[in-house]
């Protein structure tokens, strides 16, 4: 199976980047069938802020395209959420709103776990409630959602594991549902 892992930040030290490598680990190490796991960095897909002025000025940038296409090389996805001010950060919005020029289904039905975590109580919850209503518009099948709260409490940044036995039983308990 082949996973197309991100997190929705751009941040060089999200949260939910190292979230979404650690979940990606537990793929790799046989929680599904013939993993290939492939991370990417959505600072890789960096564009100009989408306007509809610009795309009919200039057309889809490349990187929408290339962003498109990774989702469609893919068997599922695992994406971790980061939120800000209760919604998506402005660099997936915007990677999001110009993939969806290219095909407004944009996941392209694939099945895919979804995370989310802030250092907060709350987990990233807001965001990861959107996502989970709103991607299935977009052609996603949305087989597990999981919010991790106060992540510094649950994750061992030093070790770069899950130090809390209750979120790693909930991780693979979501990742399950890719097979
Ligand atoms: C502009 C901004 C808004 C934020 N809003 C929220 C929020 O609404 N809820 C929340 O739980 N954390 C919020 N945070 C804290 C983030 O959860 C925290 O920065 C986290 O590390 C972001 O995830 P990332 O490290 O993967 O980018 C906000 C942070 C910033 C910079």
Same mark, same amino acid.
């Given at each position: ?21 650690? @979940?990606?680990? #537990? $793929?790799? %190490?046989?929680?599904?069938? /013939? ?7 959505? =600072?890789? !897909? ?27 090389? @893919?068997?599922? #996805? $695992?994406? %971790?959420?980061?939120?800000? /001010? ?7 919005? =915007?990677? !999001? ?30 965001? #990861?409630?959107? %996502? ?48």
């Amino acid at each position: 199976m082949k996973v197309l892992a991100f997190a929705a930040s751009n941040s060089r030290n999200s949260i939910n980047k190292t979230l979404v490598s650690y @979940a990606a680990g #537990l $793929l790799e %190490a046989g929680m599904v069938d /013939n993993p290939e796991v492939e991370v990417i960095d959505i =600072n890789d !897909f960096e564009m100009p802020l989408y306007s509809i002025d610009r795309e009919r000025r200039e057309g889809i940038p490349e990187q929408a395209h290339q962003f498109y296409q990774k989702i469609g090389e @893919a068997d599922a #996805l $695992l994406i %971790a959420f980061a939120e800000h /001010n209760g919604h998506y950060t402005a660099a997936y919005k =915007n990677l !999001f709103d110009w993939a969806s020029r290219v095909d407004r289904k944009v996941y392209q039905n694939k099945p895919a776990v979804l995370l989310a975590s802030s250092p907060g109580p709350s987990g990233a919850r807001n965001v #990861l409630k959107a %996502a989970k209503e709103s991607a299935p518009h977009f052609g996603m099948n949305v087989k597990a959602a999981l919010s991790v709260p106060r992540f510094f409490e649950s994750f061992d940044v030093e070790q770069d594991r899950v130090s809390s036995d209750e979120i790693q039983g909930q991780l693979k308990s979501v990742l399950a549902s890719l097979n």
